[in-house]
């Protein structure tokens, strides 16, 4: 591996891959599909960047953040992550925003740990996935 094929890695990673959540007992697919920038990505340091600056925003006078701060910051930071998707309710596609992929991620908190878990693997996002 050469700088220039872990450059051009992380650049990949910016478009994401697709991702299916599974349902949580049964694990089948649930066609929900989301596709998120990769680990590496300048999307996802954004991301981090964003988080750290929501928690200095949040702090109090005496350098705490609340936890219920420290939450919203957390999902918003993984929300930043998602670059679209393929969802509907009510059988009508659900339009793509920030707001509509927090709805979702405060839905139940499955979704919250498959969407962090495959926005931290770098396995689908290396070769052919």
Request: charged content about 25%; some cysteine.
């Amino acid at each position: 591996m050469q700088l220039n094929d872990i450059l051009a890695d992380a650049q990949d990673q910016d478009r994401g891959r697709e991702f299916e959540l599974a349902d949580p007992v049964t694990g089948k697919p649930t066609g929900i599909i989301l596709r998120v920038a990769g680990p590496d990505s300048a999307t996802q340091a954004r991301a981090r960047l964003q988080f750290a600056d929501d928690l200095a925003e949040a702090m109090d006078a005496e350098g705490r953040v609340s936890s219920e701060a420290k939450e919203k910051a957390r999902l918003n930071s993984l929300a930043r992550c998602v670059l679209g998707w393929t969802i509907s309710e009510g059988g009508a596609p659900v339009p793509f925003s920030h707001a509509n992929v927090l709805r979702l991620l405060k839905a139940a908190v499955w979704v919250q740990a498959q969407v962090d878990g495959f926005a931290g693997g770098r396995v689908a996002f290396r070769g052919d996935h």
